[in-house]
């Protein structure tokens, strides 16, 4: 058990009382004259997002107050371990399942990124987990979590290709799962050439990493990741505040594997595979260029506009390669463009889909687990901004509007159109420190898939 839950009792617990914020003057009224005067003589204010400690009368911490929206969500409890005092405590007035809720955000808000910095002294508050509690199904949801946050979290020059690679290697040998890496000029052998043009200008030669899992008669289910384990841009090389952060460009792939081991730990009845395009996007004398038009594994040639859209050509060739063993559905995990972001925010992956009807119940379980996405239409008539005068198609808009779309559309070319395929145009990391959402890597719509999955098998 992770160290920030206990099931024990020996030491009685700390009550933590949640208190709905539009509840709290009747709340309040009620309460000893003790309690009142203390929280008043403290300035506790319903409004702060701030726990009120209140000590007994030997001054030792007798019961936290902590003002909330409401009792669900993955988020409304999660601000608590960072303002506690090392101590155990339990949460008072809750169902089973808004203390599952709670425990999960507890354990998001307590992760840390440690590899290059000592944290500081200091115990990590405990939460009790009551019998009632799925403490499996709570920790398996925050490692996963915390997987894709390591993962994006470490730098380019500790996570390339291989690096990303030995990852899935990892999770691989953990559930006796059959794996295949092909590296380098083996890519163009195996009909891989655009993700060979994307990851060749690299000393760190480019990879597929591709995993299966499963009982090969439950549905089929394919999970695509983007791992650009470092974005230059290539020769239309980014701006230096636009690279800052690109050693995130692997958050698909991160997801993808992220998602992969919840689903495995949770044995859901699914055939899993994981494909992923690991590359580094960088510039040298073997770089791919602007003008070039290289050829893809679905047979289409692709005229590079800009060597900084360089994530759907990895894609193409990932998102070919899933259709062949025709799947039950493609769903593939990509941070893709920053118009995306423009649109809906970094919070809020775009998600397009060949098939409204998944979309529709990605959408509305996103809103049920807090983890929302948000459909944009693959509104077809753009798709001519990705003409080429030279190729089959460009990988560069002729258009300054629409880029997730377009983006979205080009995907949409090398996917077979009779299998169900979702696209999540995600930011995956987290710009501020929020409740439970620590600055840096961050799965994004992750529960949103894996509750969806977890839905359908059910009615399998
Ligand atoms: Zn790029």
């Known amino acids: 058990m ?41 300035g506790f204010s319903v409004d702060s997002n701030k726990v009120g400690l209140i000590p007994n009368q030997h001054g030792k911490l007798a019961k ?10 993955l988020w409304q409890l999660a601000g608590l ?12 007035g809750l169902t089973t399942q ?22 500081k002294n200091g115990q990590a508050a405990v939460l009790y987990l009551p019998k009632t509690v799925n403490i499996d199904a709570v920790e398996t949801q925050i490692d996963a979590t915390n997987l894709v946050r390591d993962l994006i979290n470490t730098p380019a020059e500790h996570m390339g290709p291989a690096d990303l690679a030995t990852a899935a290697d990892i999770i691989a040998k953990q559930f006796g799962v059959d794996i295949k890496h092909i590296i380098g000029d083996e890519l163009l052998k195996n009909n891989f050439p655009a993700i060979h043009a994307v990851g060749r200008g690299s000393k760190k030669a480019p990879q597929l990493i591709d995993m299966t899992w499963g009982d090969p008669t439950h549905p089929k289910i394919t999970l695509v990741g983007k791992g650009v384990c470092f974005d230059t841009g290539g020769y239309d090389l980014k701006t230096a505040s636009g690279m800052r952060l690109m050693k995130k460009d692997m958050g698909g792939a991160a997801q993808a594997l ?4 919840w689903i495995m730990t949770s044995k859901l009845p699914i055939r899993l595979r994981v494909i992923i395009g690991a590359v580094e996007n960088m510039v040298s004398g073997d770089a791919y260029r602007p003008g070039d038009i290289i050829p893809t594994r679905k ?6 506009g800009n060597t900084d859209a360089e994530g759907r050509v990895v894609l193409s060739d990932c998102l070919a390669l899933a259709c062949e063993d025709k799947p039950d559905m493609i769903i593939d995990f990509a941070t893709l463009t920053g118009a995306g972001k423009i649109g809906l925010g970094p919070d809020i992956p775009s998600l397009f889909s060949n098939n409204d009807e998944v979309a529709k119940q990605l959408v509305t379980i996103s809103m ?12 077809k008539p753009y798709r001519e901004y990705i003409d080429s005068s030279f190729a089959d198609i460009s990988n560069d808009s002729s258009s300054p509007y629409a880029g997730a779309m377009t983006a979205a559309l080009f995907l949409n070319e090398f996917v077979d159109t009779q299998i169900p395929w979702v696209h999540f145009d995600i930011m995956g990391w987290n710009m501020k420190t929020r409740a439970g959402r620590p600055e840096g890597g961050e799965a994004m719509g992750m529960r949103a898939v894996y509750y969806y999955l977890q839905n359908k098998c059910k009615l399998v």
Not at 64 to 73: A, K, N
């Open 2 to 42: 992770k160290p920030y839950f206990t099931t024990e009792t020996i030491i009685a617990p700390i009550d933590i009382y949640p208190i709905k914020k539009a509840d709290f003057s009747v709340w309040f009224a009620d309460q000893t004259d003790h309690d009142k005067n203390w929280l008043t003589a403290m």
């Open 299 to 304: 047979g289409l040639n692709i005229e590079i």
């Open 98 to 119: 808004q203390y599952e809720l709670a425990a999960c955000g507890w354990g998001l808000a307590i992760y840390k990124f440690t590899r290059y910095k000592t944290p």
């Open 258 to 261: 992220g998602l992969a081991q």
């Open 81 to 92: 371990p960072a303002q506690l005092p090392a101590g155990i405590y339990q949460l008072q």
């Open 64 to 73: 936290v107050i902590y003002p909330v929206e409401h009792f669900d969500g």
């Open 368 to 379: 049920q687990c807090d983890d929302l996405v948000w459909q944009i239409p693959l509104y």
